[in-house]
């Protein structure tokens, strides 16, 4: 099993970049995928999820409206478009699965199944 994030970089404020979570090993039938963020010196927060349950999704309130999170069954991937980026957006992403779930939605105090390595995001002022 394997969760790799991809398409970090460095971005001016205002900018944009989509980052992306292969995920190999499963499929995303029945899992959430989650992405969760850690900027330095501060304890990793959960930024948005996404469940095959029932296709819901959650945004954490710092980037609604900016994020947007989706998925694509055919590649096996998840995908998180963030816009109008911050300077205090900086931090590693990870994704992160749950599962295999039953229940809708998703919980981010959940213990994660599986972990990526992280990518990391640097936004400038």
């Known amino acids: 099993v394997q969760l790799v994030e991809s398409g970090g970089g460095l971005v001016q404020a205002g900018g944009s970049l989509r980052l992306s979570c292969v995920v190999s090993?499963?499929?995303?039938?029945?899992?959430?995928i989650y992405w969760f963020r850690q900027a330095p010196g501060k304890e990793r927060e959960g930024v948005s999820c996404?469940?095959?349950?029932?296709?819901?999704?959650h945004y954490e309130d710092s980037v609604k409206g900016r994020f947007t999170i989706s998925s694509d069954y055919g590649k096996n991937t998840v995908y998180l478009e963030m816009n109008s980026l911050k300077p205090e957006d900086t931090a590693v992403y990870y994704c992160?699965?749950?599962?295999?779930?039953?229940?809708?939605?998703?919980?981010?105090?959940?213990?994660?199944?599986?972990w990526g390595k992280g990518t990391l995001v640097t936004v400038t002022s």
């Open positions: 090993g499963f499929t995303l039938d029945n899992y959430a």
């Open positions: 992160a699965a749950e599962g295999p779930i039953l229940r809708s939605g998703c919980r981010y105090s959940a213990i994660m199944d599986f």
């Open positions: 996404i469940s095959s349950v029932d296709a819901s999704t």
